[in-house]
């Protein structure tokens, strides 16, 4: 990747910087290229909200309440009408407003800096379909159908959650491994850490 060279254009060389912290400048990628990335995140975020609806479907018309792994994994109905985890219950215009925002950030800071990798590229993908997943149930219903429960007997209970979730979770964790790997916090560090002139 090459650094921002400064052509008489701020806009330009941030540009540049923020490129080579973190993707690649749309610029140098070739058309092909891009638009395969792309297609790989369309993909992954499309796969994501399909097994998410799907999933949240069958669960809404059967009611379930199943143990699978008694005293550590269930299956049982739930609304959700909060966000993250339960949070910021009864507010359904600010998740929506949320979610939108989410989404329409992922897409502009794809289209700008796509990721130099595939895990960077699938990383997105993830988050991108959980946020729309959970986004469809709110604008649809309301609330966010939640299904999954984590336990351990009695001591301690992981919020219930969904497939969308899972996928915003490991799309994040993926995404920081990615920035890890990329060095973006390492030259953010040292970028912050030089004397300002």
């Known amino acids: 990747m090459q650094k921002g060279q400064d052509n008489g254009s701020p806009s330009k060389l941030v540009t540049g910087k923020i490129a080579d912290s973190v993707g690649e400048d749309k610029s140098k990628v070739s058309p092909g290229k891009y638009r395969g990335r792309l297609r790989l995140l369309l993909i992954v975020a499309a796969s994501v909200v399909t097994l998410d609806q799907l999933s949240k479907l069958w669960i809404d018309a059967k009611r379930p309440q199943i143990e699978l792994l008694p005293g550590f994994l269930d299956l049982h109905y739930v609304e959700n009408a909060g966000a993250i985890f339960g949070l910021i219950q009864g507010h359904s215009e600010l998740s929506i407003a949320l979610g939108i925002a989410a989404s329409v950030i992922i897409l502009v800071f794809v289209y700008y800096f796509p990721p130099s990798t ?39 209970h992981w919020p219930t959650f969904n497939i969308a979730d899972a996928a915003l979770t490991v799309g994040i964790i993926t995404l920081i491994y990615y920035f890890y790997e990329s060095g973006a916090f390492r030259k953010a560090y040292e970028h912050n850490s030089k004397p300002q002139n």
Do not use: C, K
Request: no cysteine; charged share 15%; proline share 0%.
């Open 118 to 156: 595939t895990v960077g590229m699938v990383s997105f993908g993830l988050i991108l379909g959980g946020a729309v997943g959970n986004l469809i149930d709110r604008i649809r219903l309301g609330y966010v159908i939640d299904f999954v429960s984590i336990h351990v007997q009695e001591l301690f």
